[in-house]
């Protein structure tokens, strides 16, 4: 195996301190890439256009074979707008998982999405931790636990990033993480792949091309109203909200 200059992590704590400094170094992104999307109802693989600003800033766009729009997706983690090219309808609301989810078939808060895009793993918080070395795949596994759930992360011994995360005793998702290459001082995975087992459900990103850290450009998550396209108000839960209705013109306007 090979430790880099630092040599073996003989302590839980402080590989996953290490670890944890390791994945926090891009706080911005924006690239271009592949998503393939699986679920019990079909599959299929899009090109997209990415930008991401921690916390819950993010803009994805997806586009067809032939390079038609498909969707836009926009929120700031509070709001979002989605565009559907198709149904010509743009969709806005709380940005709850739910709301989310119409666009990406998983059911993530803003915050933890964009996380997830930067290459960050969201760690549970444990009350213990414990620290073995897989031989065979010659990575540490640092395991953390809070009462029933467990969380098994698989660690490269040299740049100290999450190769795999799967959480144990609750219903949630596993990541995986490939395609290390140098970016600044630090490594960033060029491939993310979520799986929800119990939804049947993955999705896999693929970089083709990103620049991390450059100062955001703001316009990209814009929430204005595109012009001409009816718009459709949803609650938390994601169900469309009847139309306001105006109140009657008085007398002589």
Same mark, same amino acid.
């Not at 430790?3 to 706080?27: K, M, N, V």
């Not at 395991?143 to 467990?150: A, D, E, I, M, R």
């Not at 990103?210 to 994601?238: A, C, H, K, Q």
């Given at each position: 195996?090979?430790?880099?200059?630092?040599?073996?992590?003989?302590?839980?704590?402080?590989?996953?301190?290490?670890?944890?400094?390791?994945?926090?170094?891009?706080?911005?992104?924006?690239?271009?890439?592949?998503?393939?999307?699986?679920?019990?109802?079909?599959? /299929?693989? #899009? =090109?997209?256009? *990415?930008?991401?600003?921690?916390?819950? !800033?993010?803009? @994805?766009?997806?586009?067809?074979?032939?390079?038609?729009?498909?969707?836009?997706?926009?929120?700031?983690?509070?709001?979002?707008?989605?565009?559907?090219?198709?149904?010509?309808?743009?969709?806005?609301?709380?940005?709850?998982?739910?709301?989310?989810?119409?666009?990406?078939?998983?059911?993530?808060?803003?915050?933890?999405?964009?996380?997830?895009?930067?290459?960050?793993?969201?760690?549970?918080?444990?009350?213990?931790?414990?620290?073995?070395?897989?031989?065979?795949?010659?990575?540490?596994?640092?395991?953390?636990?809070? /009462?029933? #759930? =467990?969380?098994? *992360?698989?660690?490269?011994?040299?740049? !100290?990033?999450? @190769?795999?995360?799967?959480?144990?005793?609750?219903?949630?998702?596993?990541?995986?993480?490939?395609?290390?290459?140098?970016?600044?001082?630090?490594?960033?995975?060029?491939?993310?792949?979520?799986?929800?087992?119990?939804?049947?459900?993955?999705?896999?990103?693929?970089?083709?091309?990103?620049?991390?850290?450059?100062?955001?450009?703001?316009?990209?998550?814009?929430?204005?109203?595109?012009?001409?396209?009816?718009?459709?108000?949803?609650?938390?839960?994601?169900?469309?909200?009847?139309?306001?209705?105006?109140?009657?013109?008085?007398?002589? =306007?």
């Amino acid at each position: 195996m090979d430790f880099g200059p630092r040599g073996p992590i003989t302590e839980a704590e402080e590989l996953f301190r290490l670890t944890s400094a390791a994945q926090d170094t891009a706080a911005t992104l924006q690239g271009e890439g592949k998503i393939r999307i699986e679920t019990p109802q079909g599959s /299929g693989t #899009v =090109s997209a256009f *990415l930008a991401a600003s921690r916390p819950g !800033l993010l803009r @994805v766009e997806m586009f067809d074979f032939f390079n038609r729009p498909i969707a836009v997706l926009v929120t700031d983690g509070h709001r979002f707008g989605l565009l559907q090219a198709q149904e010509n309808k743009y969709y806005q609301g709380p940005a709850t998982p739910r709301n989310l989810s119409r666009f990406l078939p998983v059911a993530l808060p803003s915050e933890e999405l964009v996380a997830v895009m930067l290459g960050r793993v969201p760690f549970i918080p444990a009350e213990r931790m414990t620290l073995a070395i897989d031989e065979k795949e010659g990575l540490y596994v640092l395991t953390l636990v809070k /009462g029933p #759930v =467990s969380q098994v *992360l698989h660690i490269h011994p040299r740049h !100290l990033r999450v @190769v795999r995360s799967q959480v144990k005793g609750a219903r949630t998702y596993s990541l995986e993480y490939g395609r290390f290459e140098p970016q600044g001082e630090s490594v960033f995975p060029r491939e993310v792949k979520l799986l929800a087992e119990s939804a049947e459900t993955s999705l896999d990103l693929r970089y083709t091309s990103v620049t991390l850290n450059e100062s955001p450009d703001l316009t990209l998550f814009d929430l204005s109203v595109p012009e001409d396209i009816p718009v459709v108000d949803v609650d938390e839960g994601g169900q469309a909200l009847p139309p306001v209705a105006l109140p009657p013109a008085s007398p002589g =306007s």
